[in-house]
């Protein structure tokens, strides 16, 4: 049984570019979930998918943006980047919306300069 | 909005000794989640507790669900040199069991061999 997955492990971007991250789900599992950590703090909730469709939303602007493809992997798209948007991105996915069991992936380290 | 306390924020300790950390909000939780994470890793689920009064253990480790519900605790016997790592508590945001989670700022533990 395969774990979350996520790609790339480090990015270095512009402010102002735009980054897409990604992430395969454990297998099984239809709900993924994305976070942000900045250093030192604890994971922030940024937005979940169920079934291809957003299921809740954390305290994000809209340049925070999301996708899930009907295999139930995900990607997290950011525009605008923002040197306050360098940060780890954690995906975490599970079965169903109730489900606590989740599985993080290792995380994209993505830098702002 | 609900925000979770951690403390301490960080412990140096010897190698065989026992350890305490707890989490606190101002507001009730129906569910309390204790995580670890290992440098360059996602968040692990160590303990879950889903009624006021529950304890439970996971090998050396023990969490408690605090009766007024606004508080849990994570104790770890006989520390090791592999217990190093952050510790986090987390819980669902909003009402209802969704599945997206609020985390604390994180208790950091270091174990002198």
């Known amino acids: 049984e395969t774990g979350v997955t996520q790609s790339p492990t480090h990015l270095i971007k512009t402010r102002g570019q735009q980054v897409t991250l990604r992430c395969s789900s454990q297998s099984g599992h239809n709900t993924v979930s994305w976070y942000q950590q900045a250093l030192g703090q604890g994971p922030q909730f940024i937005f979940q998918?169920?079934?291809?469709?957003?299921?809740g939303r954390g305290n994000f602007p809209p340049r925070f943006s999301g996708l899930q493809f009907p295999n139930y992997s995900s990607e997290l798209n950011v525009n605008a980047l923002e040197l306050d948007d360098s940060a780890l991105y954690l995906c975490?996915?599970?079965?169903?919306?109730?489900?606590?069991?989740?599985?993080f992936g290792s995380g994209t380290r993505l830098t702002v300069v | 909005g609900q925000q979770l306390n951690q403390s301490p924020q960080s412990m140096f300790i010897q190698e065989g000794e026992d350890v305490s950390m707890n989490c606190t909000s101002s507001?009730?939780?129906?569910?309390w989640l204790w995580y670890k994470q290992d440098p360059g890793e996602g968040p692990v689920l160590l303990i879950a507790?889903?009624?006021?009064?529950e304890l439970t253990s996971n090998g050396r480790l023990t969490a408690q669900f605090g009766i007024t519900r606004k508080d849990s605790f994570l104790n770890i016997s006989a520390s090791i040199p592999s217990d190093v790592g952050i510790y986090f508590c987390a819980g669902p945001r909003g009402s209802g069991n969704t599945g997206k989670l609020i985390f604390g700022q994180g208790t950091t533990l270091q174990v002198k061999p």
């Open positions: 975490a996915s599970s079965l169903g919306m109730i489900d606590y069991g989740y599985t």
């Open positions: 998918y169920y079934r291809e469709e957003e299921n």
């Open positions: 507790l889903y009624k006021a009064g």
């Open positions: 507001s009730i939780f129906n569910t």
